[in-house]
């Protein structure tokens, strides 16, 4: 007969970190199934993880052919304007040259400028905003003026892959293998995620016994999806026992 396994990441091993990255849920009372396959029936994740944050804030900047300097963004959610502002605010906290950040909200570009004859360079680094300001690696050399080549991309991660222990055979290309489900993140930055798949179609799991949870989540790019400590994620497994 099948179950209904309800997990919530405030029954994690870690009581003092509930919300990070990874949890472990013992199931003491489960460990007597031997044998099962699994169908998720629901899943709710709250959108608190800013887009710009400490995977992708880092502005690295050398001025007049100097040494790289680095402006770090606040973690934050933006529009276009405010976020031309802090970066403007933390070019010029870094730096020793006047920059001027402007906005252009037809096109959904940023022009960053420093007064003629000083000239800057970005410098390629970990954890970078380039691609959410809108550049590509023509950005690598020396001027006073650079406009993005694309519009800018704050809108944060498209989607969240729920890991777990199980081997389900699902894959994401670039990050791991056993995902339990694909969450797109189609709500706005501070509501809940509510995920029903459209079925509740079992995933065949290899397992042989059920007596614990492991739970990653990555986004888009791989990055895990870092909770802050007041959000959890609960979700619904049906476990249907194979004898």
Known sequence: MSKLLFLDTRDSNNPDTPSSTNWEINLPSMNNVRGFNIALQN??????VYPINSKNNKIYFAENGGETLTAALTENSYTGSTFATEIQTQLNAAGTLVYTVTWDNDAKKLTISVPLPDVFEFISGGQNAYEEMGFDDSLFTQGSSFTSDAPINISGSQYIDVITNFSTGNHSVGTTSNVLVR?????SFGNIIYYEPSTDDPL??????LDEVFITMRDSKGNGWDLPFNANVSLTLKIIPLY
């Open 43 to 48: 899943i709710e994740i709250p959108n608190t």
């Open 183 to 187: 969450v797109p993140l189609n709500v």
């Open 204 to 209: 065949f799991v290899t397992e042989s016994n």
